[in-house]
Nanobody
Framework: QVQLVESGGGLVQAGGSLRVFCAAS????????MGWFRQAPGKEREFVAA????????YYGDSVKGRFAISRDGAKNTVYLQMNSLKPEDTADYLC???????????????????WGQGTQVIVSS
C-alpha cells in the first residue's frame, strides 16, 4: 500500500522559513517524480513545485519561484520543500504527490499524480 506522509508544518511569522517533509512508502521511490501542491481554505489546489524521478526536471509555480526549493533523498524515500521568505498568502495545507511522469508539462498538473498525502498545515502570520 502506497503511503505519503507529510510533516513539518506549523506557524511561522512572515519573512521566516519552514521546511516540510514527505515520507513515501510502498512505491519504488526512484521511479516516481514528486510534487508539492497547496490548498488554502476556499481556494483551488495550486501547484507549488515538482522534481522528476531523475532530478533532471525541477519546476516551480510562479508564486513561489525564488523562495521555495524542492529536493529529494532517495536513501530516505523523502522529498522536502524548503520555504523561505514566507508570506501570509503562503498559508495553506501542503500536500505531496507522486507521479510516474517526468516532464515539466505533466508535473504541474494534478491529473498526472497517482498518489497523494493528507497534507500538513502551514500558517504564516503577518
Amino acid at each position: 500500500q502506497v503511503q505519503l506522509v507529510e510533516s513539518g508544518g506549523g506557524l511561522v511569522q512572515a519573512g521566516g522559513s519552514l521546511r516540510v517533509f514527505c515520507a513515501a512508502s510502498g512505491l519504488r521511490f526512484s521511479r516516481y517524480s514528486m510534487g508539492w501542491f497547496r490548498q488554502a481554505p476556499g481556494k483551488e489546489r495550486e501547484f507549488v513545485a515538482a522534481m522528476s524521478w531523475s532530478g533532471g526536471v525541477i519546476y516551480y509555480g510562479d508564486s513561489v519561484k525564488g523562495r521555495f526549493a524542492i529536493s529529494r533523498d532517495g536513501a530516505k524515500n523523502t522529498v522536502y520543500l524548503q520555504m523561505n521568505s514566507l508570506k501570509p498568502e503562503d498559508t495553506a495545507d501542503y500536500l505531496c504527490a507522486a507521479s510516474p511522469s517526468s516532464t515539466a508539462y505533466a508535473l504541474n498538473r494534478e491529473g498526472s499524480y497517482d498518489y497523494w498525502g493528507q497534507g500538513t498545515q502551514v500558517i504564516v502570520s503577518s
